[in-house]
């Protein structure tokens, strides 16, 4: 009963404030992008990877929510392949847009004499082709879950995997090669270029600090570009990826082939799963100081338009 109420407790706060804080981040690069006079590549592919980790938190953790505090069987067949096809959708829209958010911004900070200065994108709107080549790879990745999902309220054998909610049908072999291998794939390309794009990050900060510290030496002042400032924040974020999602598969692969139902592993290992898509929003509000900001542009607002009232 005390681990129920915990499991109850923590997916309904990881889901409700993993949402506000995704809607939060959003709103606000919303507004920059509306207010701003500069359309920034970096802010639309924010905006799409909070988008992202919502319907990640909407798709898996509120039906867990649901499930956790005992209403089962309230979804038919059709909405349980709907939210079970959407959140897998999401999981792989989650990686490649965190790969493309590492990319640009170490194109963006790459010196002006560099070559990959050639790539840097010209127009925000020249990241939309690539969202677009995301929904696409991700949607058909996740075409094989249309027919292996059911929902627990038909007469289903108990033989098969279940999951609160949803059973995940026994698949061919034949699905297992297509799919499989083409996962594996997109998981190493996209987790390549990102660990790549990563450590170019790291070279460019360790010289802007060296760099730094040639100044002070030289008592002259020195302030850091905002553009290294976001790279810091993105390194971050990235690092708080990494961790997630590897720990999430060292999870996976430990429940799978251990011999006993370990409960506690299983339920850790489903809190991990909504990890990235509960905390990064959080990592970026406090790294930024998105909320400050924004309110106190909000309230500057006010303040001049109250100003011709109270003159009068």
Known sequence: MLLKFIKQIVFFFMTVFGTLGNISVSVNYMWSWVGGTEKKAIHLIVIHLAFTNIIILLAKGLPKTIAVFGLKNYLDDLGCKIIVYLERVARGLSICTSSLLTVVQAIIIS??????????????????????????????????????ITSTSLNISQHKNKDDYCYFMPESKNTKLIILPFMVLRDAVFQGAMGGASGYIVFLLHKHHQHVLYLQNSKLLYRTPPELRAAQSVLLLMLCFVFFYWTDCAFSLFVSLSLVNNSLMVNFQEFITLGYATFSPFVLIHRDGLLPDCWNSQLEKLRKCLSPLSVQ
């Open 111 to 148: 010196p002006r004499a560099s070559g990959w200065r050639r790539l840097r994108p010209q127009s925000a709107w020249h990241i939309l082709p690539f969202f677009s080549f995301f929904w696409i790879l991700n949607a058909l990745l996740a075409m094989n879950l249309i027919h292996s």
